[in-house]
């Protein structure tokens, strides 16, 4: 039986950071570890105690992403829903989007075979993605 799952991370969608090198101790550190784990532990409380998505899987992701203040509410509503096609990339939103999964929806990302993402403009920001068992 194919399992399904659908998870929203509240708050405006951060890219993944490159890692970053010590200037004193020359090691090689992830910028982003913390924030890293609050997004996991999200989606551990949505995931529950349900066991890891198994075989390949499917990944359907929306970033919704802020409208900017300046904008006046007439472009505002024009605006909202439409595609949002500047900065951060999806490749980089969807990086620490992986990062945050692994080891809690999934037992490793290499497991995704398809993946479907856009970003969006909206009054709301968030991520809301759906993972499927092929």
């Known amino acids: 039986m194919k399992r399904s799952g659908e998870y929203t991370l509240s708050g405006e969608p951060v890219p993944s950071q490159r890692a970053r090198h010590s200037k ?22 949505q995931h529950k105690d349900n066991p890891f998505f198994e075989g390949p899987l499917e ?9 900017p203040q300046s904008m006046s509410q007439k472009k505002k509503d024009a605006l909202n829903k439409k595609y ?12 620490l989007l992986l990062n945050a999964c692994t080891g809690v929806l999934f037992k490793d990302d290499c497991q995704i075979a398809r993946i479907v993402k856009e970003k969006v403009y909206d009054f709301e920001p968030r991520t809301v993605f759906i993972i499927t068992e092929l």
Do not use: C, G
């Open 59 to 67: 990944m359907t992701i929306t970033w919704y992403m802020t409208i």
């Open 24 to 45: 004193t101790s020359h090691h090689v550190y992830n910028p982003q570890r913390a924030l890293q784990f609050i997004l996991s532990s999200h989606l551990q409380e």
């Open 84 to 95: 949002h096609f500047i900065k951060p990339d999806v490749d980089n939103l969807e990086r």
